[in-house]
């Protein structure tokens, strides 16, 4: 099982990994949820930790349509993190209907491999999510997080299997909201997966 720990500085990255996290989601501003932090951090985060690093990418709070200049700050943003070094991104992008940006997202895809790619929550901001895990999977994503578009991945957990299901060995799909160490047994055992995903994870 691998235990990521969603983070917030350079300090609870070097805690993160001392309280034996798998591995870190590396953001800034988590009270707006997440946005990318800065080339300094990342570049201190990735060569001070032995456990692998994920980035968000993300240039804003709010929701999770985008300008064009915004998916270009995004790209940008990808090119530093491969350069650093980085294990992974985590990305996601939707139009103004709520679907996925796929075009966006596929040119986000191409320029961070070999990085592993994770598509970030906003997928909880759509009708069906399940419907769009192989698509994503087909594209180049390695991983979905998501909390079942429900708060918790609890309230979530139906919503969640379908989506472990529909995923089979294509594409891992981690665990999220308000996944803790008090409550991880008992969310893995009633969502069974190889990932899970939270603050206090560790």
Known sequence: MIREKCIGSFLEAIEAQELGAERVELCDNLTEG?????????????????IPTFVIIRPRGGDFYYTPEEIEIMKEDIKVCKNLGVKGVVIGALNRDNTINYEAIQDMITLAKPMSVTFHKAIDELKDPVSEVKKLAKI?????????????????????????????DEIIIIVAGKVTKENLDKISTLIPTKEYHGKKIV
Not at 37 to 45: C, D, H, R
Not at 140 to 168: P, Q
């Open 34 to 50: 997440g946005t990318t932090p800065s080339y300094g951090t990342i570049k201190m985060v990735v060569e001070k930790l032995n």
């Open 140 to 168: 180049g994503v390695n991983r979905i997080l998501t909390s079942g578009t429900k708060e918790t991945a609890l309230e979530g957990k139906e919503i969640l299997k379908k989506m472990i299901k529909e995923a089979g």
